[in-house]
Every structure is written in structure tokens, then in C-alpha cells.
């Protein structure tokens, strides 16, 4: 099932003329990518947003799409690499939230790409010793906050970023212009690979798509969608990287801009994001963190963990492991909770029935539980 569900997530992505948005209204009318090819045509035609063109695409192209679907995934099973739909879990949550949002990534790696704290660091390509020092400062000051570094896999502040990110322990995703099994530049490709044991690298493009110029801004989107905020090093007035800051500020994203040199034309970028209120200033971590509100967050966290010290008096061995568990993950399936605590599924029942009925766990839809804060 899994197989035959990927191939239709695959293929609805190859039907000429349907993109993201008329792609998720057709998963919502149809109830999966598999519901749209099976869908009736007298179903079609009623769905907002489809056309004539649209719904001769739709009711021509499938078996084209799926050949094509099945070649892709032959791919991604050669080069390892993941094809996430949107409705997938290690989707990017983040990403999910933009009207734009690619409708299929292509992941190699094992980042979690929803970690908790996720940070873009963008910049020139003509990197000054003062952008370089700066950007490797901002990455070792947010190793202690395990945050996920992102970037473009660019020569310059996007290389920097990366290289720093690893050489701090911190995991680091590339997202990238070209096809997953595209290393564009070629000259970073030692830095990649080593990002595929700590992070990865994303695309939303095809095996075989080469890194052309349009396909830039596009990456772009992804970047600045993908995270919490966007630091600016350094950027020449007009640049590629202006263009992911007024992305981020346009989808409500944080951005900051690090202050330059008046007399330096890659300072010229983040100056005019300063003075045109598009982005926070950023002197030091403590910067970032004050916006983003990490301290508040941290000292909430700590309050938690604090009274949700249980007792081995009043529970048992199993109900200790089920409450541990619940406190880091919030909330989680019966089936999981089995695995990670190694209790039998049927012990389990009880052990969940018992803690409800202590009023420390929820039941909630499909065979989840949570805990009662």
C-alpha cells in the first residue's frame, strides 16, 4: 500500500498543468492522490478550479504520469532519496503553511527537517572577511540551542553557514536548484556529503533538472519558508538574497539583517533591510533570541519538567515509562508508545487505562495519547 501510495503522490506531480494549489484542492475533493486518479469524470468537472484544460490533462495524461512516477521512484530508490508529499509527516510543517509551498520534496539525508528551532543564514556569494567571521560566530553562538542550520550549498555566506554548522555538532540542510542527485557546486561536494550523515539536502526538482537561473528564486522560497528566521549577512542591493528576505517577510517569517560597513557594497543588503524596518538587527544571539522568544520558551520548558518529576511511589515501572515518554513527545500513537517503551501492546491497555483514570493521560482520535498538562 505504501508503494502504491507513492507512486500516485509521485505522478500527480508529472500531470501537465496542475499545480500546487489545484493539486491540493484535488486531494481534498478526492481524498487522496490515488482518489483523483480513480475519481469519476463527472467528479472532475465539479471540483473549483478545474478547467477545460485542466480536465482533459487530468483524464489524458494519468498513464503518462504514472510511467514517469514509476521512473522516479526507481531513481530515488538508486540515489536514497526520500520523496516527501505534503501530506507527509517529515514534510517540512513550516513549508506546509505557504500558499506556495512545493507539493513534493526530494530529501537525501537524516535531518529532521520539523525540528524545533530552525534558522536560515543567507548572504553574497563575494564574501568580505568581516561577512565570514560573522557568520561563523552566529553559528557556533547557536550550538547551544540545537537549532538546524539552512542554506543554499552557494560558494560564499551559504558554504560558510554549512561548514560552520558541522564543524559545531549542529545538523545542516542544503536545499539545492538542481535534481537531488545534482551537486551544483561540484567544488562543495566533499561538504554535502559529509551534510548527509548530519542534515541533508533538499529540492523540489526532478532527477536530471540541472541548476538553471530560474530555478534560484525558486529554491529561495523554500529557505525562507522552511524556517523561523532569516539571518542576512551580507548582500549586494540587488541580489538573490534580498529576494529570500521580502520571501520571509512576506510569509511572516523573522528576518534580521546583520549591519555592515557603509562604504562596502555587500553591506548595502542588510543596511536597507535595517532601515526599512524589513528586518530586526542582529548583533548577537541574544538578538535572535529575544525575538524569537527562546528565552521565554526555555524557562516555560524548564517550569514543566520541574513538576512533571513523577514519583516511583505512585506509579508503576511501566506507568513511569509511558509518562517519560509522553513528556518528551507530547502526544503519541498506542503502537509507537509500545515500541519506545518495549511494553507488550496488550500490557500496555491497561497500563494507558490505569494512568487515564489517574488523570495524567488523554485518549484522543485514532489510538493517540497525550498527557493532561
Not at 33 to 40: E, I, W, Y
Not at 315 to 335: G, S
Not at 339 to 363: D, H, N, R
Request: glycine residues 8%.
Amino acid at each position: 500500500m505504501g508503494d502504491n501510495q507513492n507512486l500516485y503522490e509521485v505522478a500527480i506531480t508529472q500531470i501537465p498543468g496542475i499545480g500546487p494549489q489545484l493539486t491540493r484542492q484535488l486531494v481534498s475533493y478526492c481524498g487522496s492522490p490515488l482518489g483523483v486518479f480513480h475519481a469519476p469524470p463527472g467528479k472532475l468537472q465539479k471540483i473549483p478550479g478545474i478547467g477545460p484544460v485542466a480536465y482533459k490533462n487530468l483524464t489524458q495524461g494519468t498513464k503518462q504520469a504514472l510511467l514517469q512516477a514509476e521512473e522516479i521512484l526507481k531513481q530515488a530508490e538508486q540515489h536514497e532519496v526520500q520523496l516527501l508529499f505534503y501530506t507527509s509527516p517529515k514534510y517540512p510543517d513550516r513549508l506546509k503553511q505557504i500558499a506556495d509551498a512545493p507539493i513534493l520534496l526530494y530529501f537525501r539525508g537524516n535531518g529532521n527537517l520539523n525540528q524545533k528551532r530552525i534558522i536560515s543564514i543567507v548572504g553574497t556569494r563575494q564574501v568580505s572577511n568581516y561577512g565570514q567571521s560573522v557568520t561563523e560566530k552566529i553559528v557556533a553562538d547557536l550550538a547551544p540551542y540545537n537549532v538546524l542550520i539552512v542554506s543554499g550549498l552557494a560558494y560564499g555566506i551559504d558554504i560558510i553557514s554549512h561548514r560552520a554548522a558541522l564543524q559545531a555538532g549542529l545538523p545542516t540542510i542544503g536545499v539545492m536548484a538542481s535534481g537531488p542527485e545534482i551537486m551544483y557546486p561540484a567544488v562543495h561536494r566533499k561538504y554535502a556529503e559529509r551534510m548527509l550523515t548530519q542534515g541533508g539536502l533538499l529540492t523540489e526538482n526532478t532527477f536530471g533538472t540541472k541548476p538553471d537561473a530560474p530555478r534560484f528564486p525558486a529554491r529561495n522560497r523554500i529557505i525562507a519558508g522552511m524556517s523561523d528566521c532569516t539571518i542576512v549577512v551580507e548582500a549586494a542591493l540587488k541580489s538573490g538574497t534580498l529576494i529570500t528576505a521580502d520571501l520571509a517577510h512576506g510569509y511572516d517569517k523573522e528576518v534580521m539583517a546583520v549591519p555592515g560597513n557603509i562604504t562596502s557594497a555587500v553591506s548595502e543588503g542588510p543596511n536597507h533591510l535595517i532601515k526599512n524596518h524589513k528586518a530586526a538587527i542582529y548583533t548577537s544571539v541574544q538578538d535572535l533570541i529575544e525575538l524569537l522568544n527562546w528565552d521565554l520558551e526555555d524557562e516555560t520548558n524548564a517550569r514543566k519538567q520541574k513538576s512533571l518529576n513523577f514519583s516511583p511511589n505512585d506509579y508503576t515501572i511501566d506507568e513511569l515509562k509511558v509518562l517519560n515518554l509522553l513528556v518528551q513527545t507530547q502526544d503519541e500513537h498506542m503502537d509507537n508508545i509500545s515500541w519506545k517503551t518495549q511494553i507488550p501492546v496488550s500490557l500496555l491497555a491497561s497500563v494507558l487505562l490505569t494512568l487515564e483514570f489517574k488523570g495524567m493521560i488523554k485518549a484522543m482520535p485514532g489510538k493517540r495519547f497525550g498527557l493532561i498538562r
